[in-house]
Every structure is written in C-alpha cells, then in structure tokens.
C-alpha cells in the first residue's frame, strides 16, 4: 500500500534530550513537510522540503534541524533548544506545488 | 500571504447540509483555496480544492464567490462521522515553492 507512516506514534523523553521523529513515504513524492499542533490550534509549519537535500524552514523552525538525503525520507529532530517541545507532530507530502496534501497518521511527543 | 477566517465552531443536524464558510479577501489571481479536514488525534486528510470555479467530489462541493473573496464548502447530507476540524487553506508561494499554511479551521459537530 502506498502511504506516508510515522513512527512511533506516542513518543517519551526527558527534558534535555534530542529525539528524532520519523517520516516516510512510497509515493514517490518529491515536496515533503513538517507541522506541529498543540491542543485545541491549528497547524503550525516546522520546515519543509521541495527537492532532496533542499530545505526551507517554515514559521517556527527554531529548535527544530531536518535533513533530506533520501526522496522518501524526511526526520525532524527536536533539540533541547525547542522550549516547548511536547506537542502532536505531523508529517505531509505532497507531488508537486500542484497537487493536495497527504498527511502521515502523526506523533504525539511528551517530554517529561 | 492570503489569509483567511472561518467561524471557531457550527453545529449540524444528522442528515442536513453542512455549509462551512472561509473569508480569504486578499486571495490572489493564481491562489486556490483548499480544504481539509482533521478528526481527532489524526492527520488532516484532503476533501476538495478550486480555483475559480465551483467543484464538487464525493465527498463535499466547494462553492466560490465570483470576486473568489470568500468559498462555501458543502457536506451535503452530514453524518456523525463528519464531526471533524474543517480547514481552508489559500496555497501561498514562498521560497523553494508553495507553503501551506493551515489556520485554527472550524470545528462542526454533528448532532443526532
């Protein structure tokens, strides 16, 4: 089945550690994105991806660092910089700037 | 960026229209206005877009004014399962290609 997945789906950590969110998707798709939502909020942009190696950051990219090494492949990394890291994390891809939105099933981080 | 403001929240009765309304007064000439909608605690998924004319799918019709400064999106006969967050999004070119910036959305509740 062609999708985009996300792993893990609840995620734990300790205040002061990095983790990294995982993105994938098979739909060949070349533009890849980043959103985080807080409760109750609407979507708010991370970074995103046009092209491999390329990256652009979004509205509140700081905190964050990405990479895109591999067209299918897309990890976000929270940092200890991100003061406020626990919030439900979403990953996009999209064909190209014509076409809609697919959305992985999400991340839910709880630093602790 | 094109902006744009929908309603916090609406109800709907079981088995009737749901007419959800966005305001996006300074769309530009080559912006479409998308919608999507989350359910809770998953990943929005894509419902309809247009640019100037109005489209419907199976799953909802979207309805633009003539001077495109405000759309409808229709659930023509709603059922509970249609209780979600509702987004309309104007895609916004930015570098390396197009942003999509989601608002807070409405949130409708389909009653019984």
């Known amino acids: 089945d062609g999708g985009i997945t996300q792993s893990p789906k609840y995620l734990f950590r300790k205040e002061g550690q990095n983790v990294t969110l995982s993105c994938e998707q098979n739909?060949?798709?070349?533009?890849m994105y980043w959103y985080r939502q807080d409760p109750g909020q609407g979507l708010r942009l991370i970074y995103y991806?046009?092209?491999?190696?390329?990256?652009q950051k979004g509205d509140i990219a700081e905190g964050y660092s990405v990479s895109r090494e591999k067209k299918e492949s897309f990890p976000l990394t929270v940092t200890s910089a991100q003061k406020n890291p626990t919030a439900f994390y979403l990953c996009a891809s999209r064909l190209n700037s014509d076409n809609e939105q697919f959305f992985g099933p999400g991340t839910r981080l709880t630093v602790l | 960026d094109a902006k744009t403001t929908q309603p916090p929240s609406m109800d709907c009765a079981e088995g009737r229209a749901a007419n959800l309304p966005c305001n996006h007064s300074t769309i530009s000439g080559n912006e479409y206005v998308y919608w999507y909608r989350q359910i809770h605690s998953q990943g929005p998924q894509y419902i309809i877009h247009?640019?100037?004319n109005n489209e419907t799918n199976e799953m909802a019709s979207l309805i633009i004014t003539e001077d495109r400064k405000s759309s409808t999106l229709i659930l023509p006969h709603a059922t509970l399962r249609d209780t979600a967050v509702y987004y309309c999004i104007v895609r916004v070119a930015g570098t390396g290609g197009f942003k999509t910036i989601f608002g807070a959305g409405t949130r409708l509740f389909v009653k019984a």
């Open positions: 739909l060949n798709h070349d533009a």
């Open positions: 991806s046009q092209i491999v190696n390329d990256f």
């Open positions: 247009g640019l100037k």
